[in-house]
């Protein structure tokens, strides 16, 4: 007698199909996701080297320099205005024109026992209550260790000085004294040498405070100029 059960009843198999161009866009995004995140790293790595590269050469050039200071031991020049002559100095109220004629002689000094120095771009400014009246520039010079060498240089001509009140009243002063409180200022760069090496250029700041007696003024009192010293700041 045939059972009323017959075989079970299964659904049709599904079949897929593979897209070939879907598959080869995954490898190839793979493939450059993965060469991107190996780039980014090795970049990483090559600027971590540079910055440590860079970091050990200036310590190394740090410790270098500390060395040579404490072996060398460089000495501050010293400036000194051993002769000034003034000629004229007269002041135009009206015009505000100030004529002058001035000459400097300057020493200057190397305290140094192992270290040459070069003197560039010199330049000497004259000021009068703060007012600049004359730029003039100087010779470059060498200078060796433990050396003292005299330079000179001269002012003279005619420019617009404005006095305010304190100028108007140190010169109404220093015009019946005979003796005129004149400021030199010297600027330069200054590089110091040891054997075939030189450093790196300084620009150090020079002021001489001057008390120059008109040389064709009879009210001075018989005051004669004395060498001063000048003021240096590195």
């Known amino acids: ?25 995954d490898v190839g995004c793979g493939i450059c996701r993965c060469f991107l995140n190996c780039l980014g790293c090795c970049g990483g790595c090559i600027l971590s080297i540079i910055c440590n590269i860079l970091i050990g050469i200036a310590v190394c050039l740090g ?11 460089p000495n501050v020049v010293k400036f000194q205005v ?14 505000n024109n100030l004529s002058y004629n001035l000459s400097l002689n300057f020493s200057v000094r190397n ?12 330049e000497a400014r004259g000021y009068y209550g703060d007012r600049c009246f004359s730029a003039v520039d100087m010779k470059s010079f060498y200078q060796g260790r433990k050396n003292t060498t005299e330079v ?14 304190g100028g108007r009243k140190d010169l109404r ?14 600027r330069f760069k200054i590089r110091f040498k040891f054997g ?3 450093s790196w250029a300084f620009k150090p700041k020079i002021k001489c405070h001057l008390k ?11 005051f004669q100029f004395h060498p001063t010293k000048c003021h240096v700041d590195l």
Do not use: C
């Not at 007696?213 to 009210?219: E, H, N």
């Open 152 to 165: 000179g240089t001269e002012m003279n001509g005619e420019s617009l000085v404005l006095l305010g009140s």
């Open 63 to 73: 410790i270098v320099s500390l060395i040579l200071w404490f072996i060398l031991r």
């Open 111 to 122: 305290p140094n026992q192992r270290l040459g120095i070069h003197y560039d771009r010199l």
């Open 1 to 25: 007698m045939a059972s009323g059960y017959g075989p079970p009843n299964y659904p049709p198999a599904k079949t897929y199909h593979s897209h070939g161009r879907r598959g080869g866009a």
């Open 82 to 95: 051993t002769e000034a002559d003034l000629t004229r100095f007269d002041l135009e109220p009206q015009s």
């Open 173 to 186: 002063e220093d015009r019946k004294s005979g003796v005129y409180r004149i400021d030199v200022k010297l």
């Open 212 to 222: 120059v007696p008109l040389s064709s003024s009879g009210s001075t009192g018989g």
């Open 196 to 198: 075939f090496l030189n």
